[in-house]
């Protein structure tokens, strides 16, 4: 009875149901976060959720500041190829270990901590196996990640390995 109750009131847009929408969003991510932190994809490591508060790992840089987002930070062709190739692998970690597609990966959601990059804000994060728009979530992440740091090495802009990384995950392969 409550959750159809829950249903109506956020479809019509009660402030109940909002409250609703927005719980059932945290829980989303916070349940997201663990999964992908247990398939050891480099996300903040979360301590503790209690009553819509998460507790996690502060990203911090080499000099202990809070670790900046990519969109911040300047790259030599060198490192953005480096990078690039770090958060591909991330990406298939992410979908092959977690069956998790981010679904707004890009230079705004990952920090560039002391050690490397790391995946930030997952609310739209997806059940790669239960999501109709998990594939076209998954080349968009790509794509994002190719045009970012493509704009530092140019030649990154003429790759596609989203469909490939698809590809090898609908056929059990990746």
């Known amino acids: 009875v409550k959750n159809t109750r829950q249903a109506r009131a956020m479809a019509k847009g009660t402030r109940f149901g909002r409250e609703a929408q927005e719980a059932a969003w945290q829980s989303a991510e916070v349940d997201a976060l663990y999964r ?12 503790n959720f209690f009553e819509g508060v998460l507790l ?15 969109n911040d930070v300047a790259f030599t062709p060198e490192q953005a190829r480096a990078h690039h190739a770090t958060l591909l692998k991330e990406v298939v970690r992410m979908l092959s270990i977690a069956g998790v597609v981010h679904g ?5 959601n990952i920090l560039l901590g002391a050690d490397g990059p790391v995946i930030i804000d997952l609310p739209q994060a997806v059940d790669a196996a239960g999501n109709n728009h998990a594939q076209r979530m998954l080349l968009r992440d790509v794509e994002n990640l190719r045009n970012f740091f493509g704009g530092f090495a140019p030649e990154l802009l ?14 059990g392969v990746l």
Do not use: C, N, Q
């Not at 790992?57 to 900046?68: F, I, M, Y």
């Open 158 to 171: 003429h790759t596609d390995f989203g469909a490939e990384i698809w590809s090898l995950f609908e056929h």
């Open 104 to 108: 707004d990966l890009s230079e705004f």
């Open 36 to 47: 992908l932190a247990g398939a050891g994809v480099r996300v903040p490591k979360p301590y």
């Open 56 to 70: 996690m790992e502060l990203v911090t840089d080499a000099d202990g500041a809070a670790a900046p987002r990519l």
